[in-house]
């Protein structure tokens, strides 16, 4: 079981940076994949990026925010960040993180494929 609480959501202007944390809860966060994820009202939940368990060495980041976020995990601290750089009002949507356990054998993309969430942090972007 894993047990995941993400933060630091918030209002910023377009261009500014936010940084997001998930925090896990456990003693074998090194053997799950992480995931974030962003829902809009009235739209499905789309990936944002995801990093590969152990040492991370996989990423995936969604065309949409490819050169503007960053998403990296530290094993010590049971914890995944998603780093957000010049944000744009597109951007706004509640954040989700999530956690899949590396027996899948592989990076999963689709919300389907992730056994843990967060509560959801909101994001909101404004022009």
């Known amino acids: 079981q894993v047990q995941l609480l993400e933060s630091g959501g918030g209002l910023v202007q377009a261009g500014d940076s936010l940084r997001l944390s998930c925090a896990a809860s456990g003693r074998t966060f090194s053997t799950y994949a992480m995931g974030w994820f962003r829902q809009t009202p009235g739209s499905e939940r789309e990936v944002v990026s995801a990093?590969?368990?152990?040492?991370?060495?996989?990423?995936y980041y969604a065309e949409s925010v490819k050169g503007r976020f960053t998403i990296s995990r530290d094993n010590a601290k049971n914890t995944a960040t998603l780093q957000m750089n010049s944000l744009k009002p597109d951007d706004t949507a509640v954040y989700y993180c999530?956690?899949?356990?590396?027996?899948?054998?592989?990076?999963?993309?689709?919300?389907?494929?992730?056994?843990?969430w967060g509560q959801g942090t909101q994001v909101t972007v404004s022009s």
């Open positions: 999530a956690a899949h356990p590396s027996g899948l054998g592989y990076l999963a993309k689709t919300p389907n494929r992730y056994d843990y």
């Open positions: 990093i590969s368990w152990s040492s991370g060495r996989s990423t």
